[in-house]
Each structure stands twice: as C-alpha cells, then as structure tokens.
C-alpha cells in the first residue's frame, strides 16, 4: 500500500533556508503536493509537482523529486516567522480515484 | 481562485445529538468532495469520497450510518454526525476537487466538533 513519511520537527533561524524532506511508497505516484496548515486551520496548498517532473520553482519554494529514490523535498528560502506551521507532504497515486495519502506533516519553527 | 469554506469553524454539542457541518466551493464547481478527520497533531484520517449525485464512498472502518454524507449540489456536501459521542470530538476538514488543471484537492478551513 501507500505510505509517506516525513519527520516530526525541524527548527531554523529566520532568513536561513529551510528544507523539509519527504519519503514516498509508492512509485506510480502521479502529482505530489505540499500544503501548510496553520493552527487551528485548514490546508493550505503550497504547490505541487507532477511525477515526470525533477524540479519546480516559485517564489521562495523550491521542490525536488528524486522519482528513483522516491523523495522529495521542500525548500524554503530566507524562512520568515510566518512560515512556522505543519507542513503535510501528500502523493496521488494512480491506484484510486483522486486519493490522496498524506504524510505525519512536519512542524517547522521559525527562530526569530 | 479555488475557495472552500465550512460552516460552522466549530460546534460544541451533548452527546446524542447529531450535527451538520457544511462545506462549499464558492468559486468553482465541486465534482468530488473529500471528507478527512484530524487528531490532535496526527495527519489526516480520509474518511469518505463524494461525488456530485450519488453515494459517498466510505474509507475502511468508517461508519457510513455514523457519518451521512450528503453532495446534492456541484457546490455543496454536508457531513452530519448522527448520535454523536465525545470520541467523535475532533477537527474535520472537506476538502474539494474539480478544477481541470490537476484535480488537485482545495481544503475547507476546517470543523473542530467538541462532544460533552
């Protein structure tokens, strides 16, 4: 079956780059997706990459897929206090209708 | 673009009443809801798969009396929470697809369901 993992906590000081790694299952993964949720809030998507894709860029994000490995990872550059959140790595896989399995999320804190 | 509200952000109850939780895509339209449930710092439980006009597809050991699903319009799905239980204290979160680019899911702010 499907499973995504991602580490429980990362810590950074403001204006360094943060980078949240996530580890995936299952390879017929078709979009892979990163959303950030707030306390006390919804989801919010961040971005999303689709599987034949290595990189994708916007603004200060910056995701990797390594499709071999199946990892992937989100950069976040010059991290702001704003930026502290649950970060949730999710895949798609083509084995069901549209479902999505998230990872744990990751919380990041953001030193001012 | 892609906005999904829920109605109420949060709802306390007695146990054995059932309660309504809305949720709307305001600027497009909805083919398939997804209805999840979050525990304190766990992520999210899918619970069930909806689409417009026919039965909601329920995830493994979750109760489909339990949790009636409702997705009578293109913009609307509700969730009712039938004889609640404080076990079912938790934050639930739609979310909705149906955008042509990705299909990708855009999730409501969220229910959090307090059961005394």
């Known amino acids: 079956g499907e499973d995504v993992e991602q580490s429980l906590f990362l810590s950074v000081r403001e204006g360094d780059s943060s980078v949240i790694n996530c580890t995936y299952t299952?390879?017929?993964?078709?979009?892979l997706y990163w959303y950030k949720q707030e306390p006390g809030a919804g989801l919010q998507l961040l971005t999303y990459i689709f599987s034949n894709m290595d990189m994708k860029q916007d603004q200060r994000l910056t995701v990797l897929l390594n499709k071999k490995d199946k990892h992937l990872s989100l950069r976040i550059a010059d991290t702001q206090t704003g930026d502290s959140a649950i970060y949730f790595c999710?895949?798609?896989?083509?084995?069901?209708?549209?479902?999505?399995?998230f990872g744990i999320g990751t919380k990041l804190q953001v030193i001012p | 673009g892609a906005v999904v509200s829920q109605h109420p952000s949060w709802v306390i109850c007695k146990s054995g009443t059932s309660v309504k939780i809305e949720c709307r895509s305001l600027?497009?339209?909805?083919?398939?809801m997804f209805w999840y449930r979050q525990f304190p710092k766990q992520s999210l439980m899918l619970m069930a798969t909806s689409n417009e006009g026919s039965k909601a597809t329920y995830e493994q050991g979750v109760e489909k009396d339990k949790f009636l699903i409702n997705h009578a319009s293109l913009t609307l799905s509700t969730l009712t929470v039938t004889s609640a239980h404080p076990e079912d204290s938790s934050f639930y979160i739609c979310?909705?697809?149906?955008?042509?680019?990705?299909?990708?899911?855009?999730f409501g702010p969220g229910t959090r369901l307090t059961v005394l």
């Open positions: 600027d497009f339209q909805a083919t398939t």
């Open positions: 999710a895949e798609r896989y083509s084995g069901g209708y549209q479902k999505v399995t």
């Open positions: 299952d390879s017929s993964s078709t979009y």
């Open positions: 979310s909705a697809s149906g955008l042509a680019e990705t299909d990708t899911q855009y």
